[in-house]
Nanobody, 124 residues
């Protein structure tokens, strides 16, 4: 079992920045692909960013590319999502998730473990 706890959400004005953190505990090690998803009211959960096992590569949704940066520290079992140039359409609950290393990482069904989510609200 892996437990994930997100932090760092909040209210920010458009153009501002937020830094989300995800702390993993339990059977972690570095054998998981780590991702961030988000879900806005009335919408389906969508992929935001992911960093595969080694952390040497990253992947982003087109909507956040160039604005968001995902990073991981396997020694500290943490994953960070740095969000810059935020837009009102980025408003959502953001979830950290962990997927076994031998799966893909862009689809939510590939992930076994999820955090409780943290609210991000961007005002115009």
């Amino acid at each position: 079992q892996v437990q994930l706890v997100e932090s760092g959400g909040g209210l920010v004005q458009a153009g501002g920045s937020l830094r989300l953190s995800c702390a993993a505990s339990g059977r972690t090690g570095s054998t998981y692909n780590m991702g961030w998803f988000r879900q806005a009211p009335g919408k389906v959960r969508e992929f935001v960013a992911a960093t595969p096992l080694t952390g040497r590569s990253t992947d982003y949704a087109d909507s956040v590319k160039g604005r968001f940066t995902i990073s991981r520290d396997n020694a500290k079992n943490t994953v960070v999502l740095q969000m810059n140039s935020l837009k009102p359409e980025d408003t959502a609950v953001y979830y950290c998730a962990a997927a076994p290393w031998n799966r893909g990482y862009r689809r939510d069904y590939e992930y076994d473990y999820w955090g409780q989510g943290t609210q991000v609200t961007v005002s115009s």
